[in-house]
């Protein structure tokens, strides 16, 4: 532990950030860019949200990973004892007791209170790269508010699918202003982004920062005659039985045999302490 | 036209000049556009027509000069007007139609999508609106409704650049600006594309500004003619005129150029 400054980063780096996200706070939905600098882990780890992550814990923090919702996941494993080591601060799978949450493609189920602070892990933060390759051309339409293209993409998806396909990262808009990359969360979770906590992105190899600061005005995007839609598979957990979770398909035989399971692991065990049986649960239990 | 007194201008270009370093763009140009009129700039290669048309359309800054155009019933210059309303400009009012398609389309975007993106850039928030207006443009620049879900890509060059046309007139603007929209099509294409031009610049009652090198498109199109030769304007006159009685030893020799089948 002596070995390394406070959450590994010099102190430095983690003023450049800090103020990098306090700007992010100022403009809700505004991309700051700032110095990623390495980190002891491969790009699309999670290295913007540790850094991230790395200058907003204090000591007294309480720290928690989820990837894909689960506590026990490879990634979300290797950060915590990142911090661990680093920093020596103690750690949780409770959402309730963590101060700091990193998260990597999910909002955990339980809502976030005033205090928390949630770190979103980004791989690329321009909503608008996949239709406008030039990052002239997209800074200026962020700074002009000229969103028509991302309308162009939705248009595509129901011209193409029906509906609106897009599943994950689903464009928002913050304030009435900036249009956001929600981070490759469920479009299940867009609705939770008005929350009580604050919400910070880091993208380590792109090099921004943005952030949402409590109760900002989070807005997906649809069109008038296809609204948008936070939809999630048509069961209950079949651990917990919880019909308003976000649920993993899971595979358990070679005859087409599958269960849904929530993807928050610490929402579906407290479930269970609590009492609540889904589908399979019995035989889980046996 | 009810009131010929008032009536100005569409569009009015007092004294554009660019320059490369030492090399001349254009230098000094001038000239009024009305509504409902077509300006024809024609000249060999290098001779500065490009350079006017990207600055007349904002895409280029003039090192000097205004370039005046018409916004309800006053004379704006929009060389010196905020970015954000020159490009809403560039959306609404004004269509640029580049010579090569892939230029002025989204390759990766249906058919429709492209059409429809100006609508949305404009506000069009009702998917089932914006696809009808899409399948009537297609409609009108005789691409088959079914085609409206393929991308560019699968078109052949001279649906693109119908494709590109009907892009760019889906907002129902006044002022077009064409690169040699013609260019690279063979001649049958061509043909067809004139007279889809010609048809919908009368229908519409369009202003446009058409550079190209292909003395036949002018004839077709254009009620104006200008003559640019080493960045300046050499001839300028209606195109009939300038054709059958060219005056300047430059268009003179454009004029004889042209192959007699």
Avoid at chain 1, 86 to 104: F, H, K, L, P, S
Avoid at chain 1, 215 to 243: I, N, R, W, Y
Avoid at chain 1, 259 to 275: H, L, P, W
């Amino acid at each position: 532990m002596s070995e390394y400054n406070f959450a590994y980063l010099d102190e430095q780096t983690k003023r450049m950030i800090r103020r990098a996200i306090l700007k992010g706070l100022a403009i809700p939905g505004y991309q700051v860019p700032f110095a990623s600098r390495e980190m002891p882990m491969p790009y699309g780890w999670g290295t913007g949200g540790v850094q991230v992550s790395a200058a907003t814990l204090t000591p007294d923090d309480t720290f928690k990973v989820i990837d894909q919702g689960a506590d026990d996941t490879t990634n979300a494993v290797s950060i915590r004892k990142f911090f661990e080591k680093t920093g020596g601060v103690a750690v949780t799978e409770r959402t309730a007791e963590a101060t700091v949450i990193q998260t990597r493609h999910r909002i955990p189920e339980e809502p976030l209170k005033e205090g928390q602070v949630l770190v979103y892990q980004v791989p690329i933060p321009e909503p608008l790269r996949f239709l406008e390759p030039s990052e002239v051309e997209t800074r200026k339409m962020h700074a002009l508010e000229e969103y028509g293209l991302m309308h162009v993409k939705l248009y595509e998806d129901i011209s193409r699918h029906g509906h609106i396909s897009t599943a994950y990262a689903y464009p928002v808009k913050v304030e009435g202003r900036y249009v956001m990359d929600p981070s490759p969360i469920p479009k299940f979770d867009n609705p939770k982004m008005e929350m009580a906590a604050i919400q910070l992105f880091g993208a380590g190899r792109e090099q921004r920062i943005y952030a949402l600061p409590p109760h900002t005005q989070v807005v997906s995007l649809d069109f008038e005659d296809h609204p948008f839609d936070p939809s999630k598979a048509a069961h209950p957990c079949d651990m917990c039985g919880a019909g308003d979770s976000y649920l993993d398909e899971v595979i358990v035989d070679d005859r087409g045999g599958r269960m849904f399971v929530c993807s928050d692991t610490d929402y579906c065990r407290a479930r269970r302490e609590a009492g609540h049986r889904g589908r399979l649960a019995a035989e889980e239990m046996a | 036209m009810k009131d010929l007194g008032v009536m100005q201008p569409l569009l009015r270009v007092e004294g554009l000049s660019r320059s490369y370093g030492s090399r001349i763009g254009c230098a000094d140009v001038s000239f009024d556009l009305w509504p409902g009129e077509v300006m024809g700039i024609v000249g060999e290669s290098g001779s500065g027509k490009t350079t006017l048309l990207n600055c007349l359309a904002g895409q280029l800054e003039p090192d000097g000069g205004a370039v005046l155009f018409d916004q309800g019933g006053v004379l704006v210059d929009t060389v010196t007007m905020p970015e954000p309303q020159r490009r809403r400009l560039g959306r609404t009012d004004w269509a640029f139609v580049h010579q090569h398609a892939h230029q002025g389309l989204r390759m990766n975007v249906s058919a429709g999508g492209n059409v429809g993106e100006r609508l949305m850039a404009v506000g069009a928030r009702h998917y089932g609106d914006i696809r009808d207006q899409a399948l009537d443009w297609l409609g009108r620049v005789e691409i088959a409704g079914d085609r409206i879900d393929d991308r560019p890509s699968a078109f052949s060059g001279g649906m693109r650049q119908r494709l590109q046309i009907a892009r760019n007139l889906v907002t129902g603007p006044r002022l077009v600006f064409m690169d040699e929209p013609t260019g690279g099509l063979d001649v049958s294409v061509q043909a067809r594309l004139l007279d889809l031009l010609r048809g919908l610049v009368r229908e519409m009652g369009l202003s446009a500004v058409i550079v190209t090198h292909d003395l036949a498109v002018v004839r077709l199109l254009a009620d104006r003619l200008m003559v640019m030769k080493d960045g300046h304007v050499v001839e300028t006159g209606l195109t009939d005129q300038v054709l059958d009685d060219p005056q300047h030893g430059y268009t003179q020799l454009l004029v004889s150029s042209v192959l007699q089948v």
